[in-house]
DNA sequence: TTGTATGCGTTATCAT
DNA sequence: ATGATAACGCATACAA
């Protein structure tokens, strides 16, 4: 008496969302099974109160009909699970995975779930982003470039929590990250170790307004280094940006004894650069990184970097989340790299 | 007349999820704003055929009673977008990263949105997350370790892609990395390059038989190479793992001239191990390793390795959800590694 | 331009 | 054990 009917229903079918066919409801396979679509639903959930029996017949038709809850239809009527949207600039920088693992855990912890979008490194995508994720989340958490005025447009109501940006905001949650601090933290272990010809790599950011250009010139001030603006280089955010930077700072100032790196990708050139050039690191010349990777641990030597938590930048995300969704704004929350010495200086 | 009624309202509003308090809803603004809640719709839509001033009253008591739209109630009435769930294992894990950047990519490209979760290499919650986010989503792309048969209760009727399981399946779609092919294609070109003491590291993966040791049996037997079942180590698959199990084969067979490692994780402990033991990487024992992880690019000397295409495996992976979506059951996709050969060969 | 009525697919309440 | 009916929050056709 089950099965009879076949044929029909099952050719022809297209999934949900695939634009044509319409969508298997509970009422059809109620239908198929000859019970109301209310038996259907305790038969699928497994609620009690169903005759083994039918049970097993209207799986079987839901089955063979290829009926898929809607996961809309059960939201509407049930609590709902929390989703956070989550954009990063690129899922393959080294960087951005130990954050997203912090996210994950805080997230995972609350029980609540992460829909992850890339902008692929195009600040032009981040609003698009904004827009399309928005919609579909609870609240995001996101990597941005643009202040909050550019930003307004796209972001509609959706709490929304912007990381490392380095400029305030009054209307959304922040986590920052004291990039002048680390930076200080840096010189003066470098000055410690007694050098003075310090030159440093730097990289146009897409927003943040050269801290590391200020802080350098600063701590140079006050120690009266003997470097000027010359001893600054800018180059790409990338491995070879590195190499050639740390080329042109060396052809420029052969007797510079340290480099300090706009982060640790850059380093990693540097370093690399620096062997083909013949120079010693750290004797010939020292390198600090910036930010932590783990990877830099399995260079030869390892480098020295300032160590960002990541994993905590993303757990500390997640609970300026929490705050937003009770309905307040949450103070910035800040993060301060650390140094860790290592074997390039 | 807009900005009459206020605290009520606005104090002791808890967002939506929150557990407690009632979500706000269209009605309720409607209500606030003195519209029907039609009205409401068309001024959060900018659907046209509104007042200007209206809208622009009836947006201010929205953002005053912090309404935001239900993605549920939303889904239900709009075209569906299409969301797939993702399992990885580990994000941190750069082989990771990797494959998630080609499921992003082409997910992005179908204007589909993408729910990751991580296992945190815990077999056990592959079967729980497959639970939770299989009912959220509209298939699934998930590394998984357990057979079909222990899976399926927890698989409901959602679309499932299975990747790199190494074992077959009838009833979900497969994402398959030749393996085989792999350990063949290096086993080869260390022969080719004269060594026939070769060792291997290998691992105990959760669910693969043992393709390497089977594979590296088989081309010693074709060769007739002079290592048995004592040149094989199993090892943790982590950094220290592959350290340790260098340095047992390495004091087991000190005349060993080339290692295989179960993977460029293993392999790059396996050169750290033999810079301490005092093993010159090529000169007094190749290294080759697997997988391609773009860091074993910046080691000294870089790392031979098979080099497999994870970005594309991702692709592959939402390749086979549009299968799936579309009602019909793909055999699987099989990608093969590329030798290929750098520093430590 | 605005309001009224209806349906989306599901679960929950209450009868039977 | 099963079925009828009413929400859930939103958008859309249609009426005013």
Redesign the interface.
Known sequence: MAGQRKTEEERG??????GTGKRVTLRDVAEAAGVSHQTVSRAINSKGEIDPETQRRVLDV??RL???????????VR?????VGLIVPD??N?Y???F??GV?AAA?QRGW??????TENTPSRELTLLR??G????ALVSYLSHPDAELEPHVG???LVIVDRGMASSTHALVEVDTAAGIRAGMRHLIDRGHRRIGIIDCTPVCDPFVRRRVFAEVAAEHALPVDDSWRVVGEQTLDGGAAAFEALHAAHPDVTAVFAFNDLVG?GAL?AA?RLGVRVPDDCALVGYDGL??TD???PPLTTLHLDKRRLGELAVHQVDQ????ELPPPAVLTPRLNVRGTT
Not at 67 to 76: D, E, I, K, Q, T
Not at 79 to 83: A, G, K, L, S
Not at 113 to 118: F, G, Y
């Open positions: 079918r297209r999934s949900p969302g695939t839901a089955r290829r009926y898929r809850p809607s996961r809309f239809a059960r939201g509407l609590p709902e699970v929390v989703t899922v393959v080294p951005f995975p130990e997203m693992a994950f995972d779930q992460v829909l992850v979008a890339s399309s994720l919609r579909q989340v609870d109501s959706v709490p990693i690399q062997r783990s990877i399995l260079l030869d937003l969704l009770a309905g």
